[in-house]
Every structure is written in structure tokens, then in C-alpha cells.
């Protein structure tokens, strides 16, 4: 231990003398040396401040050897934290034990006016399972993992960390799993009967006990089993200490698999988020994780994310009320029934479609040059007891509510309604039409029913559970590939620091040669942190990905959860469709303006997100077709995507590609999810959506055109370029100038209606000041928000430069016929004609024409 000045003395200080030399047996509180310092003291009548010189004992703090003196007679010193002496205590206290030091008994919560600090201090680390009582020094934890790490090498294993709850295990508290396991006749019967149960009393205010009801993930023994060969295993679960006591006992009743590495949340110092450093605090080259959640862990290096285990549908994680808001796009687990996915579920920690989650989501992953360290801090939440008991209360309902109202029993009778339903749908159509006699007036009912109407009634159900998840066998294949690769590499680069096998066994070519012992040398050890982003990175290289309808608004692609995995698998995330995107990731009940467009382009797969999560799965690129959404599509011309290095493609102007194309399929999706090319929807005070304008008549936008065209013009004629505008304009004919010279121009008061226009006027209006500036505009390209205009149509096919069409009144539109295919494209016309960009076009026109003004009195 290295002794060193302190913050309590009065500097500077003069070493008078030396009383302790090399080698001496120090006892505390023995005098090491003495000092000399000067203070003020106020001396006469008057009390004026006098220095006055002072002198006193620098005393030992600990028992101990001195080994070393570093400072000498005379010597001044000026500051604190200088160094006096070197001493090996006869007890370094790095072990210690709810206050105690574990080899000497010493009491380290003790404080005298000899200690420079805590003795607390000296171990401030915790790496035990079960307990943070137990905490140790730095050199001593080194020295474990040290000594852990080369133990490990030894048997040739690694670490694995392993999560329970939709990794290995899923649980509930729904009485009805009991009761199919006991009822043969069940649909269900076969998926549930190997379930296990255990009874635990609950935290929070409630305190009732309840049954856990607990599905191992199909071929979970044959997976442990093997796995604890190559791995040594750890629980890491968000849940409590007594149930994942529980739970362990389940998946190894013998104890020979995780014996007593057990870290729940009682233990893990966080609330909401899991550190690989709780157990492993200063090298985790050797630690892999598994887990079905990522953002718990930061997205680790280290973590392998599997799968959710979703083997009851919509009950998610028991403990989900420990652990941060789910991101709506980490959801890897199978579909449920197509007949309960429309059921959103309410008042549970799996609801993530709120805007609160996602604003809430977007801000923690707007940062990702945060370090760990702060989002570890961030992540973890407040542990007061407030927001401890909160928790526990959420936890406490959730499970109360799964006892009470049996969602796996509502949702079984839901998939038998249907499921009868449309039998009896195919019944009727099946059977002959009734006869006109009467005969057969009673053969619906009693006896002299149909058999195939009675086939209806005693009809097999299908079966609400499933058990086919197959991801532990991939997650096998990965394991062993990873530990397969570091120790080829470890020993490529310890050839020398290892001793080879028997050289007969090598001769002999036997595949269960083992290595010799590991030396005591240094030895180089390779990291999975980089071995497992390099096994991943080949997966989904020269894929590019575009999402639309799948994340929610506010979240930037690349940092939402299903966005960061496709990275790191290789992929590459565009927002905007352009040339070298290869797959568009949509919703497949959503038809947006960019799945409209891409499916004009052969070469770019509109999948489900699915597809990822399979790929995810198995760290290959597979197949696209059983995931391919089926779009409709025509044989119109299509323009070109622009190019990685060009102007990307926004989604207003996807919109306007895909309307162009022919192509103007509303989006038939709901709006649970949102995303950025979705149209925003105005809500009143109920939070009922606005209707559109689409009931005013053809002389109301009339009068709203006039007015806005007065005061277009009345601006032009106040700067004095009315004259330059219509000579420098010459795309039209000396009548449509003629005829424009004839409107009236009069301004009106506010409210008061344009009077009715005659034959002549109406037809100078189609050529009139307005409309040209409409011309203009639309040549120019605008990513303003589209304002659909009730007046004016798209011209001539969406075409650059057209002169836009004008719409007939009701009375015309009968007379020509085709009324009814104009009003349909006119509302198929989503804002080519926007009104800002009108607007912004005639600003920009004035003040081009201005400055046109100005040149021609300069050179006048």
C-alpha cells in the first residue's frame, strides 16, 4: 500500500525527522515522521494574525511492514496526494463481506482520524451470482478472472450467458393451461402436457400466490446438454431470485448445468437493463449471450439475439414490466393466427404502439455515438423504492389480470367461432338448394340433420398453441461454430504456449485428441466480440434494404431495433428508393406509395419483415418467395430510380412517381403503425379524423380562385411588372393575352361573392395570369406538402409543362358522358397541383421580375 500526504494538513509542510526505517514492524497509530507547518495565531490586545510555527506526528493508518521511504529529511511538501512510504499490510482487506474484511474480521466501516479513506473503498466490486454482499478489490477480481479464464482454456470452453424468459422458457399465469393438461380431449392437450408449474407468492401489495405455468422451448434438454460440453453456463434473468430458482429446477433438475450461477434482478444492481460487467468486469473475450432482447443489453458485441419463444400467443414477457419499452419493430417471434393478430393488447407492456413509446424510443436511440457506459446509466433507470414498488405493482396486476380473465380461454373460443363459422359457410354453399314440396322443411334439425351439417357441429378445433419453434437447432450450429472458431484461432496464435497431444494420437488421426495443459505464460486470446460481427457480416452483404410502413415515425432507420440487426448482419438501409435498393420491407396489409412504385421495378423484392427475422435466425440469406407480398401492377411506362450518388427519392416524390405510373391504390393499412411516407390525419377535439373538403361546389372554388388571382395580380401591378410579365411570357396565343386583358380587376371586401362570369370571361380564365403562374410551378420540382385542389386536374397524364385541365361543372360533365371517369381521376390526383408550390412559384416570379426591372433601368 502506497501512503501519500492528505487533504488534512496544512500546507506546506517541512519533514523534520524520520522515526520508521525499511523493514520495521508497523503497528496504527505508530509515528512515522514528524513535520513542521506554520499557522496564524491572533496575539495582543489588538489580536493581529502572527505566523507561528508548529509542530506534529504523521501516524500509521494500518499494520504493516514499511518497505520503502520516498521522502527525506528537510524535505518541503506542498500538496496532497504525494507519496511517503510504501507498506505491505499485514492484511490488504480485498475481500469483503457486508462490512467485514473476509480474512481478517476487521470492521470496514470503521473511521479514525488516522484514515485517509474508506476501508470500504478497497473492494467496491461485485461479481458474485447470488448475492451483492460479497465485493472484492480490482487486483482481486483480475486475479479470479484470471484464474477463471485459464480454467476455462484448460477444458477448451467458453462462457455463456444465458436469458430465461422467451429465450429458453415462456411463462404465464393462465389457470386455463391447467386445466388443458388435464383434459385429453383438448385441442391443445398434446402442446401443453409436458408444461411444468410452480407455485410463487407475488411482490407488491397484493402478496397472493399464484402458479407459473412454464414451456421449455422445444428440444431445450438436447440443447443444454450439448451446450454445457463446449460452454459454461450462467442464468442472467430479469425476474426475481425465487423464480429463477424455480426455473432452474425445471430445465435442470440435476443442478450439473447452471449449479449455483444464478444473477436475477435482486442481484444484477439494475432494474431495467443488464451489464455483462456485473459478472465479468474487466475482460468478456471469452463470454458469449443469448437472449431475445438486445436493447437490454446495449446491443452487445458479445449477444446472439434469438427468436422471442412466443409459445402463448400475446402474453409476451412475465417480467416485462422490469425491463424498458419493447421497440415495436423487435418483435422476431412467429406470427400468431391470422384471426388474433388484429387484437392489440391493452394495458400490458407488450403494447407498443403509442406515440409516448415511440417518442420515447426514438430519443434513447437518436444518440448512438453515446458511450456504453452512459447508456448503461441511462438505461437503468431510477432503483429508488418508489419506482421499485411501482414495478412490482405493474407485475403484481399483470399476473392478476392473466388469472382473472383467462386471455389463452378467450382466445381459443375466438378461434373456434371462426374457425365454426366457416364451416358452416362451406356447408351451405355445398349442400343442394331446398325443395319446393317441403319434404326435407325439417331436415336441419333433430335426427334428419345432413351429415355434413352434422360434421359442422362436431368438427375437430384447431388447436391455439403450437408446438413447432425449431430455433433452438440453429442456435446450436452457431454456438459451436463460435467456440469451433476461437480456439482454432487461439491455437494458431498459442501454438507455442500450449503442449501438444500425444504424438501417437495425432498419427492415429483420433478425433478426441485434446491438448495438454496451459502453460503459466501470457497467452493470446481472441475476442468473440470480433469473431461474431465477422460470422455475421457475410449474411446479408450487397442486400439493400428500404422500409416503409414498418417503423414507426421519429425513429431513423438505422437505429431502430430491426434496422441495427440488418447492419450488423451486412446489410446495407436506405430510406429512399433508388437504383440499388434490392428489397422493400412493408407491412402486407399496407399499400404505401413506395411498395406502389417498387413493384413496378423487377428487380426489388417487396417482402414481409419476417423475412429478416428468418435470416436473423438462421445467419443466412434465405429464401424470398414464401414471404413475397403480392402487389398489383400495370403496364404503364415507368421513369427511372434515381442513383446512390443522386438526388435521392423522397416520398412525396414516390407519390408522384407511383400516380404517374397509373398506379394510385390508396394504402389500405390501418394506422396502429406509422411511418414517414404515411399522410397525417387532422383530428378534432374527440379525436375523431376530419373529413376532407370535398363537398364544396365548382362556384365556391371559383370565387376562392378569383380572389386569390385579384391579389396575385394587385401585387404585380403595386411593383409595376404587370407590363413585364405578359411580354416576356410568350407560350401563349395574342388572344389568351387579349382575353386576359379583360378580366376585371376590382378588390373586393372580405365575404362579399364573385358575381357570375360570363361565357367570354370563362374561357379568358383558362388562359389567365394565375394559370400561367400554375404552368410555372409545376415545372419546378417542390418536396412542399401536397394540397389537393378541388379545381384544377393533373393536365394531360401527369406530364411536366401541361396546361392543367380544367374541371367541368356537374351539368357538362353528364352532357360529355365521361363524368364519372374524370371524378375518379381527379381524386386519384394526390397533389401534383400543390398549392404552396403555386404560391411559392409566384413569390419567386415577382421577384425574378423585379430584378429583371432593376437591370432594364441600369442599363437604360
Same mark, same amino acid.
Given at each position: ?135 472484492v478489490s480490482a487486483n482481486e477480481a483480475s486475479r479470479a478472472e484470471g484464474s477463471a479464464m485459464r480454467r476455462l482454456l484448460k477444458s477448451r470452453k467458453l462462457s455463456l450467458v444465458v436469458d430465461l424468459d422467451q429465450t429458453i422458457i415462456h411463462a404465464v399465469c393462465d389457470p386455463t393451461v391447467g386445466e388443458w393438461q388435464n383434459d385429453e380431449s383438448n385441442p391443445n392437450h398434446e ?139 423487435? *418483435? ?10 388484429? =387484437? $392489440? @393488447?391493452?394495458?400490458?407492456?407488450? %403494447? #407498443?404502439? &403509442? ?81 319446393? *314440396? ?10 334428419? =340433420? $345432413? @351429415?355434413?351439417?352434422?360434421?359442422? %357441429? #362436431?368438427? &375437430? ?94 425513429? $431513423? ?26 428489397h422493400v420491407i412493408a407491412e402486407p396489409t399496407r399499400r404505401t406509395s413506395k411498395v406502389r412504385l417498387a413493384a413496378k421495378y423487377s428487380h426489388i423484392f417487396i417482402i414481409d419483415r419476417h423475412w429478416l427475422a428468418e435470416c436473423f435466425s438462421r445467419w443466412q440469406r434465405v429464401s424470398e418467395t414464401p414471404y413475397l407480398i403480392e402487389v398489383e401492377t400495370d403496364n404503364r411506362p ?165 396546361i392543367p385541365t380544367i374541371v367541368e361543372p356537374a351539368a357538362s360533365k353528364a352532357e360529355n358522358g365521361n363524368g364519372m371517369e374524370q371524378d375518379e381521376e381527379d381524386d386519384d390526383d394526390d397533389g401534383d397541383d400543390g398549392l404552396e408550390a403555386m404560391m411559392k412559384a409566384a413569390l419567386e416570379e415577382s421577384d425574378e421580375d423585379e430584378a429583371k426591372g432593376v437591370e432594364a433601368s441600369?442599363?437604360?
Amino acid at each position: 500500500m502506497l501512503v501519500t500526504t492528505d487533504r488534512s494538513l496544512k500546507f506546506p509542510i517541512r519533514i523534520v525527522r524520520i522515526q520508521k526505517n525499511v523493514g520495521d514492524e508497523l503497528k496504527k497509530s505508530d509515528v512515522l515522521f514528524e513535520y513542521e507547518y506554520t499557522t496564524m495565531r491572533p496575539e495582543g490586545p489588538e489580536m493581529i494574525p502572527t505566523p507561528l510555527k508548529c509542530y506534529a506526528d504523521f501516524e500509521a493508518g494500518a499494520d504493516g511492514t514499511l518497505t520503502r521511504v520516498v521522502i527525506t529529511k528537510d524535505q518541503v511538501i506542498t500538496q496532497h496526494g504525494v507519496p511517503l512510504f510504501e507498506v505491505k499490510e499485514a492484511c490488504s482487506h480485498d475481500v469483503q463481506y457486508m462490512g467485514m474484511c473476509g480474512n481478517c474480521g476487521m470492521d470496514m466501516e470503521e473511521v479514525d482520524y488516522t484514515s485517509t479513506r474508506k476501508n470500504t473503498q478497497r473492494a467496491g466490486i461485485v461479481m458474485n451470482h447470488n448475492t451483492t454482499d460479497l465485493r472484492v478489490s480490482a487486483n482481486e477480481a483480475s486475479r479470479a478472472e484470471g484464474s477463471a479464464m485459464r480454467r476455462l482454456l484448460k477444458s477448451r470452453k467458453l462462457s455463456l450467458v444465458v436469458d430465461l424468459d422467451q429465450t429458453i422458457i415462456h411463462a404465464v399465469c393462465d389457470p386455463t393451461v391447467g386445466e388443458w393438461q388435464n383434459d385429453e380431449s383438448n385441442p391443445n392437450h398434446e402442446a401443453v402436457k409436458d408444461v411444468q408449474s410452480f407455485e410463487l407468492q407475488d411482490e407488491g401489495p397484493r402478496r397472493d400466490p399464484s402458479t407459473y405455468y412454464i414451456k421449455m422451448r422445444p428440444g431445450l434438454k438436447e440443447f443444454l446438454e450439448e451446450m454445457s460440453q463446449i460452454y459454461e453456463l450462467h442464468i442472467y434473468t430479469m425476474g426475481t431470485r425465487s423464480y429463477a430458482e424455480n426455473v432452474a429446477r425445471i430445465v435442470d433438475p440435476k443442478g450439473n448445468i447452471f449449479a449455483d450461477r444464478i444473477l436475477s434482478r435482486d442481484e444484477s444492481g439494475s432494474m431495467s437493463a443488464k451489464d455483462l460487467r456485473r459478472l465479468f468486469p474487466f475482460d468478456t473475450n471469452m463470454v458469449v449471450i443469448i437472449d431475445d432482447r438486445g436493447d437490454v443489453w446495449s446491443w452487445s458485441p458479445n449477444l446472439i439475439r434469438v427468436k422471442a419463444f412466443n409459445f402463448y400467443p400475446g402474453q409476451g414477457d412475465i417480467n416485462a414490466s422490469f425491463l424498458p419499452q419493447l421497440d415495436p419493430t423487435a *418483435d422476431t417471434s412467429t406470427p400468431a393466427p391470422a384471426v388474433l393478430q388484429p =387484437r $392489440p @393488447a391493452e394495458n400490458t407492456a407488450e %403494447s #407498443t404502439n &403509442s406515440p409516448q413509446a415511440d417518442s420515447a424510443y426514438a430519443s434513447a436511440s437518436a444518440s448512438p455515438s453515446i458511450s456504453i457506459e452512459d447508456q448503461l446509466v441511462a438505461m437503468a433507470g431510477s432503483t429508488d423504492p418508489s419506482t421499485v414498488e411501482q414495478q412490482e405493482t405493474q407485475h403484481a396486476e399483470q399476473v392478476a389480470a392473466q388469472v382473472q380473465e383467462r386471455p389463452l380461454l378467450r382466445q381459443q373460443e375466438q378461434l373456434d367461432r371462426i374457425e365454426v363459422s366457416d364451416a358452416n359457410s362451406e356447408i351451405a354453399e355445398s349442400e343442394a338448394p331446398p325443395q319446393e *314440396d317441403g319434404e326435407n322443411a325439417e331436415a336441419g334439425t333433430g335426427e334428419n =340433420r $345432413p @351429415a355434413s351439417r352434422q360434421s359442422a %357441429s #362436431t368438427h &375437430s378445433h384447431q388447436p391455439l398453441l403450437r408446438n413447432d419453434d425449431d430455433e433452438l437447432i440453429y442456435l446450436t450450429k452457431h454456438l459451436a461454430n463460435i467456440h469451433e472458431n476461437f480456439f482454432s484461432s487461439f491455437d494458431a496464435e498459442n501454438e507455442e504456449k500450449t503442449l501438444a497431444a500425444p504424438r501417437v494420437s495425432q498419427l492415429k488421426g483420433a478425433r478426441g485428441a485434446k491438448r495438454g495443459s496451459i502453460t503459466d505464460g501470457p497467452l493470446v486470446v481472441p475476442d468473440v466480440k470480433i469473431i461474431i460481427p465477422k460470422m455475421k457480416l457475410d449474411v446479408l452483404r450487397g442486400v439493400v434494404i428500404c422500409f416503409t410502413g414498418v417503423i414507426p415515425q421519429g425513429i $431513423p432507420h438505422q437505429h431502430s431495433d430491426i434496422g441495427f440487426w440488418a447492419l450488423s448482419f451486412g446489410a446495407r438501409i436506405n430510406p429512399n428508393l433508388t437504383k440499388s435498393t434490392t428489397h422493400v420491407i412493408a407491412e402486407p396489409t399496407r399499400r404505401t406509395s413506395k411498395v406502389r412504385l417498387a413493384a413496378k421495378y423487377s428487380h426489388i423484392f417487396i417482402i414481409d419483415r419476417h423475412w429478416l427475422a428468418e435470416c436473423f435466425s438462421r445467419w443466412q440469406r434465405v429464401s424470398e418467395t414464401p414471404y413475397l407480398i403480392e402487389v398489383e401492377t400495370d403496364n404503364r411506362p415507368i421513369e427511372d430510380l434515381p442513383g446512390e450518388s443522386s438526388e435521392l427519392l423522397s416520398d412525396d416524390e414516390a407519390d408522384v412517381r407511383a400516380d404517374r405510373s397509373g398506379d394510385s391504390k390508396n394504402d389500405t393499412g390501418t394506422s396502429g403503425e406509422t411511418d414517414d411516407d404515411m399522410e397525417s390525419v387532422d383530428l378534432d377535439a374527440e379525436g375523431n379524423p376530419i373529413p376532407a373538403l370535398t363537398g364544396i361546389d365548382e362556384e365556391a372554388w371559383e370565387g376562392i380562385d378569383a380572389e386569390l388571382a385579384e391579389f396575385m395580380n394587385s401585387s404585380d401591378s403595386e411593383d409595376g411588372d404587370d407590363k413585364d410579365d405578359d411580354d416576356g411570357d410568350s407560350s401563349h396565343s395574342d388572344n389568351s393575352q387579349d382575353s386576359q386583358k379583360s378580366l376585371p380587376h376590382r378588390k373586393r371586401k372580405r365575404g362579399e361573392a364573385d358575381p357570375p362570369r360570363t361565357a367570354a370571361e370563362e374561357a379568358a380564365w383558362g388562359e389567365s395570369d394565375l394559370q400561367k403562374r400554375k404552368k410555372r410551378a409545376f415545372e419546378r420540382t417542390s418536396s412542399l406538402t401536397k394540397v389537393e385542389n378541388a379545381t384544377y386536374g393533373k393536365g394531360l397524364n401527369g406530364k411536366k409543362g401541361a396546361i392543367p385541365t380544367i374541371v367541368e361543372p356537374a351539368a357538362s360533365k353528364a352532357e360529355n358522358g365521361n363524368g364519372m371517369e374524370q371524378d375518379e381521376e381527379d381524386d386519384d390526383d394526390d397533389g401534383d397541383d400543390g398549392l404552396e408550390a403555386m404560391m411559392k412559384a409566384a413569390l419567386e416570379e415577382s421577384d425574378e421580375d423585379e430584378a429583371k426591372g432593376v437591370e432594364a433601368s441600369e442599363k437604360g
